[in-house]
């Protein structure tokens, strides 16, 4: 280390001034404010125009709404507490599940407890109002009251045509449900062993039932058979639009009646034709898919009269036992009752949801059956009215139904394969007989005395069955295609049966 190094650093002298320094001082000062203010608004400005600073354009927030918007939430929290707490909610679980649903709440939540729903319910009911529960149940109530009020039954006033229609009908069935209840009493009085013996005869000539007669009756598949009140005749219906009379028993083509246009549904002799009818009176009755009824004698290929009235298909025409009156179903959801001898429409009668399909009148003349495509069939009463009983059970349509000559059988042949048979005095199903692979198209009882049922069906065959025990006794098969229609002559002898295949069948017990 040098000697220089080791020297102690000079010492500054200080200056000492004399006098006042506040002249100075206020010079100082102000030069400096004013450096410095130049400086800083040259700093802002040199900010502003290279965009590092913004300014507003005067735009203010408003810090009262704000405070006022969440003041006044919650004031409201606050009142739904308050009116929470009024509320009186139901201690019973399943009036607040009630509750909830008429809300449009849901009843239950995941997890969720009877005491957290009560109080889901009346967080509900103090935002909506304690009212608008008592308000959906009155909603709720009239709904219920002007549904009921759309499925009672209702009349209207009818013509004076109808009401002396309607004393006819009874002067005219009352005496023959007499006669019927004395030949049931008189049966009755038969020992047992003689009704045995009949009935196993009965069952052992129907078991002989074989094909006696085979007839290609048309070019198109045959819709209908009907035999005549003499069983010498059998009228069929085709989809061709012909309608054809035949001899019974050798088959032979008596007469083709033309006037359709379209597929025939139905064609039905009058219960006194061949009888006691003349052959230029009104003998048989058809109708057709396009909604027209024609009325036939035996004289004529021409229609004598038609009957205008449906819109839609009419499936089947049905006569009334004294001939005097005529059945018409069709698919417009209706069915009427026709006068001839005033010759107008008596009775236009709804009921059915869809279309009705067949019609069949009690053997007395007293009652109406109606069956169609809603799965339901109705007993009318014709001398009031009154749908008397209904009949529900079947799970598809009703294509065919038939008076028990007994009076107090129905049988009903439906689309879901079965036959069913219903006791009138109780209003109730007394057998369902599994009866085919296939819808039913046709059932028919013996028009004598009921003992057997026949039933023709889709899966080309006809059976017949035991009454009462509705054991199968034959299964008539021989026809190619499906069977559209069945019946028994009046005399119980001979069965026909028409089929898709375009011919009808005559079966006969050996």
Not at 72 to 88: H, N, S, V
Not at 228 to 245: F, V, Y
Request: with cysteine; charged share 25%; proline share 3%.
């Amino acid at each position: 280390m040098s000697d220089g190094e080791d020297a102690a650093p000079a010492v500054k002298k200080s200056r000492v001034f004399y006098g006042s320094l506040e002249e100075k001082e206020r010079e100082r000062l102000s030069s400096e404010a004013a450096s410095s203010a130049a400086s800083g608004s040259d700093a802002v400005k040199a900010g502003i125009e290279a965009g590092n600073i913004n300014i507003s354009s005067g735009e203010t927030l408003e810090m009262e709404e704000r405070v006022s918007e969440r003041q006044q939430e919650a004031l409201a929290a606050f009142e739904r507490r308050r009116r929470a707490r009024q509320i009186t909610v139901s201690t019973d679980d399943a009036e607040v599940k009630a509750g909830l649903r008429a809300l449009g709440e849901p009843i239950t939540l995941f997890g969720e407890g009877p005491a957290d729903r009560r109080e889901r319910l009346r967080s509900v009911l103090s935002v909506v109002g304690p009212d608008a529960l008592k308000k959906s149940r009155r909603d709720e109530e009239r709904a219920k009251r002007s549904q009921d009020e759309c499925q009672q039954t209702w009349y209207h006033e009818g013509s004076a045509s109808l009401k002396d229609a309607r004393l006819w009908l009874a002067k005219y069935s009352l005496p023959r449900a007499m006669r019927r209840l004395e030949a049931a009493r008189a049966q009755r009085d038969v020992t047992e062993a003689t009704r045995t013996i009949r009935q196993q005869e009965l069952h052992k000539s129907l078991r002989n039932l074989n094909n006696f007669c085979s007839q290609i009756g048309d070019d198109r598949p045959i819709s209908f058979c009907h035999f005549s009140a003499d069983s010498k005749m059998l009228a069929t219906a085709s989809w061709s639009g012909l309608c054809k009379l035949w001899s019974v028993p050798d088959c032979n083509l008596i007469r083709t009646l033309r006037g359709h246009n379209t597929n025939v549904g139905a064609v039905v002799f009058r219960p006194q034709a061949g009888v006691s009818l003349d052959q230029s009176d009104v003998n048989l009755a058809s109708c057709a898919a396009d909604g027209s009824v024609k009325l036939w004698n035996l004289e004529s290929d021409e229609p004598v009269a038609d009957i205008e009235g449906h819109s839609e298909r009419v499936s089947r025409v049905s006569w009334h036992p004294s001939g005097r009156f005529l059945g018409t179903t069709s698919y417009d959801r209706s069915w009427r009752l026709w006068d001839l001898e005033v010759q107008e429409e008596i009775l236009h009668q709804e009921g059915h949801s869809k279309g009705v399909h067949d019609i069949h009148f009690h053997p007395d003349g007293s009652l109406a059956a109606t069956g169609g495509l809603d799965s339901f069939g109705r007993v009318w009463d014709l001398r009031t009215g009154r749908c008397v009983v209904f009949l529900e059970g079947h799970l598809k349509e009703i294509y065919s139904l038939h008076f028990s000559p007994n009076g107090y059988h129905l049988a009903t042949g439906s689309g879901d394969n079965t036959c069913k048979v219903w006791e009138l005095r109780n209003r109730k199903c007394l057998y369902t007989v599994p009866a085919h692979q296939n819808l039913l198209s046709a059932v028919r009882f013996q028009p004598t005395d009921g003992h057997f049922l026949l039933t023709g069906a889709y899966d080309n065959t006809a059976k017949v069955w035991s009454h009462p025990g509705w054991t199968p006794l034959k299964t008539l098969a021989g026809h190619e295609g499906k069977v559209m229609g069945v019946d028994v002559s009046p005399d119980g002898k001979l069965i026909a049966t028409c089929s898709y295949d375009r011919t009808f069948k005559l079966w006969l017990s050996e």
